[in-house]
């Protein structure tokens, strides 16, 4: 028998329209679209570059405050890079090479949706090489020219487009392929516009691709929860809710989150957003999702985590705890019926 207070939040349009499962269980341990960051160093003139994955902690060489997702399951293959001063232009060969999944690029292991390997972070060059100067670094030239220091002197050419992966206005190679394990993609030659005295470029690239088992978002929000009432009243039990908090007071759920996404957010960028905090849409209610996270041992609350996050990304319009379904959850009517 439902819970008065259960039976209240489906009264009040918390309808649960689809029961997906049983009881509630924490967003499923598969790897999401966003997999993982790689770091390269280019040497322009000799046009040789070296790559890695991003290190635990590690952050954006552009913007401090900028996390690099970690864990890469991917790594690129590289060809020798060519510069041309008449249109300053430096072409690099680059593949994607799948090193730790069963697939890359789609979400049955059929139908491909493709591949995009996008800049997470602005590229960023140095060096003091003089200007009009091209000869290789071991041919001994002297460099007098200035140093470039840091900044954005480096910027993508040739890409497909741009989309909100991981912030704003990211660059983005589309690859129109799927990869098993240990596959790779046909080459694709990338360009960048760099200032004509750098002689050093960082680039770092992140992956978005349909994975297999995945959590998705759907393109609109559900009218009500897709959870069952055995879930809802694990999730709203009042023994787990945050009751006091320094930044919004409860009662609200340490793990879920609303989002609210702006209208020209387009469903890649809605996916990235989920991605990015490791959430799963567990319900909705007019332009809002309900999205579950996972706890974490973070002072604030995973919530917050989330949050935080999610406020840093355009798409996103508003990103808020879930106090009234916690207020309705734990309002007791006076006739209600056990």
């Known amino acids: 028998m439902l819970l008065p207070a259960l039976a209240l939040i489906l009264s009040l349009g918390y309808r649960n329209q689809h029961v997906t499962e049983p009881t509630l269980q924490p967003p499923p341990a598969v790897t999401s679209r966003m997999i993982g960051t790689v770091v390269c160093q280019i040497d322009v003139l000799e046009g ?69 390997l996008f800049l997470s972070s602005p590229p960023e060059g140095t060096g003091n090489r003089a200007t009009g100067d091209t000869a290789p670094s071991s041919a001994g030239v002297p460099r007098p020219g200035p140093s470039t220091g840091t900044g954005q002197n480096v910027w993508a050419r040739n890409h497909d487009s741009v989309l909100n992966f991981t912030g704003p206005d990211q660059p983005y190679w589309n690859y129109a392929e799927k990869l098993a394990l240990g596959e790779y993609t046909q080459w694709r030659e990338l360009h960048f516009k760099i200032a004509p005295n750098v002689t050093r470029i960082t680039v770092s690239f992140g992956i978005f691709t ?19 009432a055995d879930s809802l009243a694990v999730l709203y039990a009042k023994e787990r809710q945050i009751w006091v908090h320094p930044r919004v007071a409860g009662p609200y759920p340490p793990d879920v989150v609303h989002i609210t996404f702006r209208p020209t957010a387009t469903q890649d960028e809605k996916q990235a ?10 319900g909705g209610r007019s332009s809002a999702y309900y999205v579950l996270v996972p706890l974490d041992n973070s002072a604030q609350g995973a919530v917050w985590t989330a949050i935080d996050r999610l406020v840093m990304l355009p798409q996103v319009l508003r990103a808020d705890p879930d106090v009234l379904a916690s207020l309705v959850v734990h309002t007791r009517r006076p006739d209600a019926k056990h």
């Not at 991003?54 to 590289?78: C, W, Y």
């Not at 297999?212 to 929860?225: M, N």
């Open 48 to 116: 040789t570059s070296e790559c890695r994955g991003a290190q635990p902690g590690e952050t954006s060489p552009s913007d401090a405050g900028h996390d690099l997702v970690n864990e890469a399951k991917f790594t690129i293959r590289t060809g020798t890079g060519v510069y041309t001063p008449a249109d300053s232009t430096f072409r690099w060969p680059v593949r994607i090479v799948n090193i730790d999944q069963d697939f890359l690029g789609n979400l049955d292991g059929q139908e491909t949706t493709g591949i995009k």
């Open 273 to 282: 957003a989920l991605d990015i905090i490791g959430g799963r849409v567990i």
């Open 210 to 228: 349909a994975v297999p088992g995945e959590p998705t978002i759907p393109a609109t929000p559900p009218l009500g929860y897709l959870i069952s």
